[in-house]
């Protein structure tokens, strides 16, 4: 039983590391508009990413990227998110495209995805409706087929970068008998088909701007289904636990950097005649993040070395993501508390990290969501 | 044309030094390690001269405990061919480490050596100077610039008040300053390349070398702290504390 990276896994750690620290770090609130690259920042990151030979990192092979296996795009992950420096919720970073978009047929692929892949076309991933966040299968936007054509009813809330979207990957309900039996679908839609308003953006106390989409009998050609009808859940999970195990390597790269700006804070700041660095409530807190992230990895590289090996993880994705979003939460709550008034100034980044954190323990899964799911699978091993 | 770097592993740049407590030396266990920045900017300037055609091979060397070779493997990474570790776990004076790389000298036959111009841990800048001297060879010391045509280096050198242009006869010793070059981030396709390079290995005992201590540490202690200055009202106050706390004028 081997616990350590492979050799060549930490050198990438280590080179990351460094770019981080000299590169990332340094420039930090100045990358970003909202939460999005400024395109000069876009335009030096997609260079560094050629140079460190990470470009397309998390692109699949087949689709000329350098198809990383999950260890090493965790490394990849945890390492970038030590800086507050790129978006938190684009996959597009180092030239991607969000997972959806690997199963789409050859003609999608010319149309859609190749141009997402050189930067050219831009994307939104829509699901979550007024009534249907985290039980999606309760949607009610449906996808009607007549003819050669989609006829699209619905509205659609939460969806993150929405404006600027050149088209949507929709998830509607294509048979309602069948709900998520079959009955629910992803299908690609033009952001300027008629019909397609955007209606409302909502405000959040994460720098994320996502909107409320509305779709009044919005036709979309029948060959904009990916993959086949009723296929909608079924496309997710090939890729849902993955996107798991990316939240909590950002974790990781999280509770490092908390520890790192927590442990230097408190050996600097002196109160009462003391450093915090003396202060037990103070050490406990930094014991905390050492052990949750020590904990972390271990769960984080396991799991992913495992999936790269070919077997299931969706039990150490749904472990890893909810103690992942935790755990680094609890970091950057703590952080702030060590550094006081400092903690929630924009000088530094521990504000964003705690904003952000806190917004991934609902997003994607909220953790009473996935350890309702992950009680099923307990129930059934050990009842 | 055949350039061998000379790369150490120290601790790393960003760590906090650590006293041990019983005054021997510094903390090592549990300390993040990396390649001496100085060096990490030779192998640059070996990998620069094997990409524009002056260089046809260039040979990493480290002496140091078995994970010198992780330093060894970053230096491969980032573009030299292969690897001399020289295994040894005790501590080497720039004289023992300038008597091994002769040794590795002799039996490669390189026309330049690029050395850091000393080594963050000790910063003794000695072993380039010792290493010349013991091989006979030009030197070029402290270089900010290095140019290499024509069986001659010129190198300009970073000297106190300027900078200096010495040309050279090769095969010459070079040493790094820091405005040499910026070192590249080894990339990801040239890390998984560097993991199939060879790492020769041996000892200062194959290489016929005593590496005997020929210095004694006595101790080891911290700098001491500074006190926090105070602010002075007027100049007279300034001169009176000079004369009767400072006792300096
Ligand atoms: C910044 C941001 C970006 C987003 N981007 C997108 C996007 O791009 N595309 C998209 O489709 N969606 C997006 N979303 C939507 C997001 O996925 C949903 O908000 C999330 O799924 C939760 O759904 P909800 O808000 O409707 O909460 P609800 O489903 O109403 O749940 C509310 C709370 O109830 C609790 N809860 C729910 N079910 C259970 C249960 N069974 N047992 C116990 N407790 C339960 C949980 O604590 C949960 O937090 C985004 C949201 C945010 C905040």
């Known amino acids: 039983m081997n616990f350590e990276l492979p050799e060549e896994l930490k050198m990438l750690k280590e080179t990351l590391r460094r770019f981080v620290d000299n590169e990332l770090i340094p420039i930090e609130r100045e990358t970003l508009d909202g939460a999005k690259l400024k395109p000069e920042s876009e335009k030096w990151l997609n260079e560094k990413a050629v140079e460190l030979g990470l470009w397309q990192f998390d692109v699949p092979e087949e689709h000329g990227g350098l198809g990383l296996g999950l260890l090493a795009k965790t490394v990849v992950w945890t390492e970038l998110n030590r800086s507050i420096a790129l978006p938190t919720r684009l996959p597009e970073i180092f030239g991607g495209a969000s997972p959806i978009l690997y199963n789409l047929n050859e003609t999608q692929q010319e149309r859609y995805l190749k141009p997402v892949l050189d930067g050219k076309l831009k994307t939104a991933f829509a699901q979550t409706e007024a009534d249907a966040g985290s039980d999606p299968a309760a949607m009610r936007t449906s996808a009607v087929r007549d003819g050669d054509h989609y006829v699209l009813n619905g509205s659609k809330r939460f969806i993150s970068n929405a404006l600027g979207a050149d088209f949507f990957q929709v998830i509607a309900v294509t048979d309602k008998e069948k709900a998520q039996r079959g009955g629910i679908s992803t299908i690609l839609v033009d952001a300027d088909a008629p019909g397609v308003t955007l209606l409302r953006e909502q405000e959040l106390i994460t720098d994320d701007k996502p909107w409320e989409i509305l779709f009044e009998d919005v036709k979309v050609p029948a060959e904009n289904l990916v993959g086949k009808e009723g296929d909608g859940f079924k496309l997710a999970q090939s890729w849902i636990s993955t996107g798991r195990i990316r939240h909590a390597a950002r974790g990781m790269g999280i509770i490092t950097r908390c520890l790192e700006m927590a442990t230097t804070y408190a050996n600097d700041r002196v109160t009462f005649g003391e450093k915090l660095a003396d202060r037990q409530a103070v050490q406990w807190m930094l014991v905390d993040m050492y052990t949750h992230l020590h904990q972390l990895s271990l769960m984080v590289y396991h799991a992913a070395a495992k999936y790269d090996r070919g077997e299931d993880i969706r039990n150490e994705a749904f472990m890893c993501k909810v103690f992942g979003d935790t755990k680094s939460f609890e970091a950057a709550d703590n952080c702030m508390q060590i550094h006081g008034g400092l903690g929630l100034t924009k000088e530094l980044p521990i504000e964003r990290f705690w904003r952000d954190q806190r917004s991934m323990i609902i997003t994607e899964g909220p953790t009473e969501v996935l350890k309702m799911a992950l009680a099923r699978q307990v129930l059934k091993e050990y009842g | ?249």
Do not use: C
Request: charged share 30%.
């Open chain 2, 1 to 249: 044309m055949k350039v061998l770097v000379a790369i150490k592993r120290v601790i790393d740049y960003n760590v906090k030094i650590r006293v041990k407590s019983d005054e021997t030396g510094v903390e090592t266990t549990n300390v993040k390690m990396s390649m001496n920045p100085f060096d990490e900017i030779a192998v640059e300037e070996g990998v620069r001269l094997r990409e524009n055609g002056s260089a046809e091979e260039l040979i990493a060397v480290s002496i140091g405990p078995k994970q010198a070779q992780e330093t060894i493997r970053t230096a491969l990474a980032m573009g030299a061919d292969r690897g001399i570790h020289v295994e040894t776990d005790d501590e080497v004076e720039p004289l023992a480490v300038a008597k091994l790389l002769k040794a590795l000298i002799e039996k490669e036959n390189p026309d330049l050596v690029v050395l850091g111009k000393q080594a963050i841990d000790d910063d003794s800048n000695q072993t380039g100077q010792m290493l010349a001297a013991l091989v006979g060879w030009s030197q070029g010391t402290f270089a900010s610039e290095l140019e290499v045509a024509d069986g001659k280096a010129k190198v300009t050198r970073e000297i106190d008040g300027g900078l200096e242009t010495i040309q050279i006869n090769m095969p010459a010793v070079v040493t790094t300053d820091l405005r040499l070059n910026t070192p590249r981030y080894a990339s990801l396709p040239n890390i998984m390349k560097a993991k199939k390079k060879p790492i020769d290995e041996s000892s200062p005992a194959d290489l016929g070398v005593d590496i005997s201590a020929r210095l004694a540490t006595l101790k080891v202690t911290e700098p001491s702290s500074r006190e926090a200055g105070v602010i002075v009202e007027d100049v007279a106050e300034l001169v009176d504390k000079l004369k009767n706390e400072a006792k300096v004028i």
